[in-house]
């Protein structure tokens, strides 16, 4: 059965931007955690804390992502 074309979508037409902003977000805010309090129960083989060259660029590499979908959003 296919949809009609005026059909309602989940969260528009603009679901991979939403996506994308989602996912930006995390990866920036959770790297950007990782740094700031890396967690206190570490068990055998846990690195003392995350690697801060990889962090930093996954942080900024997430950031750049949630600023790019939120200015697709704001745009259209």
Same mark, same amino acid.
């Given at each position: $059965?296919?949809? /009609?074309?005026d *059909?309602?979508?989940? +969260?528009?037409?603009?679901l991979?931007?939403?996506?994308? +902003?989602?996912?930006? =977000?995390?990866l920036?805010?959770g790297?950007?955690l990782?740094?700031?309090r890396? @967690?206190? =129960? ?7 804390s *995350? @690697?801060? *060259?990889?962090?930093v660029a $996954? *942080? /900024?590499l997430?950031?750049?992502a ?6 697709? +959003?704001?745009?259209?």
């Amino acid at each position: $059965m296919l949809l /009609a074309d005026d *059909a309602p979508l989940f +969260l528009g037409q603009d679901l991979l931007a939403w996506l994308v +902003l989602a996912l930006g =977000g995390a990866l920036a805010v959770g790297n950007v955690l990782a740094l700031v309090r890396p @967690p206190e =129960g570490r068990s055998e083989g846990d690195l003392a804390s *995350a @690697p801060l *060259a990889r962090t930093v660029a $996954m *942080a /900024a590499l997430g950031a750049v992502a949630a600023v790019w979908a939120l200015a697709s +959003l704001l745009v259209d």
